[in-house]
Nanobody
Framework: QVQLVESGGGLVQAGGSLRLSCAAS????????MGWFRQAPGKEREFVAALSWSGGSTYYADSVKGRFTISRDNAKNTVYLQMNSLKPEDTAVYYC??????????????????WGQGTQVTVSS
């Protein structure tokens, strides 16, 4: 059974940093695209970042480009989201997701097959 568990969320002041982790179990995900999405209260889930199965390509939403970095550690079956220079508008529940095998990555949430339960990130002004 595939399971994704996010951690690392919390409360941080504007300008601060957080690193989210997503630990996967039930399958080795080194050959799968991975993504991060977020959902703020009253808003739809939106794309944040994606990483191709090879790790050679990354994709970011314009709103986080230059501030967030997605990466993976295949030995730990874990994907990370380093978030720097956080802003109040980054406040949301952050979800990691697993995409198709040998896939380059996508901003489309419908392309992802497995999802974590989410971790809350709150940025105070």
């Amino acid at each position: 059974q595939v399971q994704l568990v996010e951690s690392g969320g919390g409360l941080v002041q504007a300008g601060g940093s957080l690193r989210l982790s997503c630990a996967a179990s039930g399958r080795t995900f080194s050959s799968y695209a991975m993504g991060w999405f977020r959902q703020a209260p009253g808003k739809e889930r939106e794309f944040v970042a994606a990483l191709s199965w090879s790790g050679g390509s990354t994709y970011y939403a314009d709103s986080v480009k230059g501030r967030f970095t997605i990466s993976r550690d295949n030995a730990k079956n874990t994907v990370y989201l380093q978030m720097n220079s956080l802003k109040p508008e980054d406040t949301a529940v952050y979800y990691c997701a697993v995409g198709p095998k040998y896939y380059g990555g996508s901003t489309d949430s419908s392309r992802y097959d497995y999802w974590g339960q989410g971790t809350q990130v709150t940025v105070s002004s």
